[in-house]
Nanobody, 121 residues
Framework: QVQLVESGGGLVQAGGSLRLSCTAT????????MGWYRQAPGKQRELVAD???????TYGDSVKGRFTISRDNAKNTVYLQMNRLKPEDTAVYYC???????????????WGQGTQVTVSS
């Protein structure tokens, strides 16, 4: 069974930095895109950043220039380096792996359990 294990969330002051990690575990042959989404209280889940297996990245407008997504295909791990954090970045951050191929699934999408990021002003 594929699972996404996230780490790195926490409390930080405005202007600070955090690094999130997410590793996909299980008997995985390949993963298409991996990315990060976030959801603040009372708001819809939104894209933070996404990266394809080939390294093409997409960022949400509110994080461009501050956040950097990267990926280690050999480790099925995606990272999110978050710099110059703002209070409005406070949310639960979810990892997503899409187009997953393993013994059971073809083209499946999986989500992590979420990690809290809180930015104080």
């Amino acid at each position: 069974q594929v699972q996404l294990v996230e780490s790195g969330g926490g409390l930080v002051q405005a202007g600070g930095s955090l690094r999130l990690s997410c590793t996909a575990t299980g008997s995985i042959f390949s993963i298409g895109a991996m990315g990060w989404y976030r959801q603040a209280p009372g708001k819809q889940r939104e894209l933070v950043a996404d990266i394809t297996r080939g390294g093409t990245t997409t960022y949400g407008d509110s994080v461009k220039g501050r956040f950097t997504i990267s990926r280690d295909n050999a480790k099925n791990t995606v990272y999110l380096q978050m710099n110059r954090l703002k209070p409005e970045d406070t949310a639960v951050y979810y990892c997503r792996a899409s187009d997953v191929l393993d013994w059971i699934h073809i083209g499946a999408t999986f989500w992590g359990q979420g990690t809290q990021v809180t930015v104080s002003s």
